[in-house]
C-alpha cells in the first residue's frame, strides 16, 4: 500500500500515539523573508489510506513530539522559540496550543535550572536569565509522569512534571 500525504512543509519530528492510532509530523516551511514557520500535524495511522485529519497547530520549528496518554495532551519542543507546548487534542483530531513554557537553560545566579517560573510563554521570549536553552529531543517518564529533556547547550537536562491539563512545571 503506498500512499501520498500533503503535509504544510518538511517533516522534523514524527511522533506515534498507539493510544488514538494517529502519527504527529512536526513540519517547518519557509515563510515571508525567509523566516521558518512551522506546525504538527496529526494523520490517522488507522484507516485504510492515512490521511491528515483535524487542523494543525502553529509550532515554532517543531524538533520533538511526545504523545501524553494521562493527560491526553501532544508535547512539542520547539527548537525555533526554545519552547515547550502543550497542545490539547479536539474533536476530530484539530490541534490547538494550550500552554507553553520556556526552556531556559542558563539560569540567572548559576542555581538549577529553570522555566521562567514554570509561566506560560505564548511570545516565546526567553526565560528568566534572557538565554533560552536549546533541546532537540524529549521523553516521557511514565513512572514519574513526567518529561525529560536533554538540553542541546549544556551538559544537563530538565525534568517537568506533567499536570493532569498537561501543563508542565519544573
Do not use: M, W
Not at 36 to 44: K, M, N, Q, R, W
Not at 81 to 100: F, K, Q, Y
Not at 141 to 166: F, K, Q, S
Request: cysteine-free; proline content about 9%; charged content about 10%.
Amino acid at each position: 500500500l503506498e500512499t501520498t500525504i500533503a503535509l504544510p512543509g518538511a517533516i522534523t519530528a514524527l511522533a506515534l500515539d498507539p493510544a488514538r492510532d494517529v502519527v504527529y509530523a512536526g513540519t517547518v516551511a519557509a515563510g515571508a523573508g525567509g523566516t521558518l514557520g512551522g506546525s504538527v500535524t496529526a494523520i490517522d495511522a488507522g484507516a485504510t489510506k492515512p490521511a491528515v485529519v483535524g487542523t494543525s497547530a502553529p509550532a515554532s520549528y517543531p524538533t520533538a513530539i511526545v504523545p501524553d496518554p494521562v493527560s491526553g495532551t501532544v508535547l512539542v519542543v520547539e527548537g525555533g522559540a526554545g519552547t515547550i507546548a502543550t497542545l490539547s487534542v479536539g474533536t476530530g483530531g484539530a490541534l490547538t496550543r494550550t500552554s507553553s513554557v520556556t526552556i531556559d537553560a542558563v539560569p540567572p545566579s548559576g542555581g538549577q535550572p529553570t522555566a521562567s517560573g514554570g509561566q506560560q510563554s505564548p511570545s516565546g521570549q526567553p526565560g528568566a536569565s534572557g538565554q533560552p536553552g536549546t533541546a532537540s529531543t524529549a521523553i516521557l517518564l511514565p513512572g514519574r509522569h513526567a518529561l525529560l529533556v536533554p538540553l542541546g547547550n549544556r551538559a544537563a537536562a530538565l525534568i517537568y512534571d506533567i499536570a493532569a491539563n498537561g501543563a508542565l512545571h519544573l
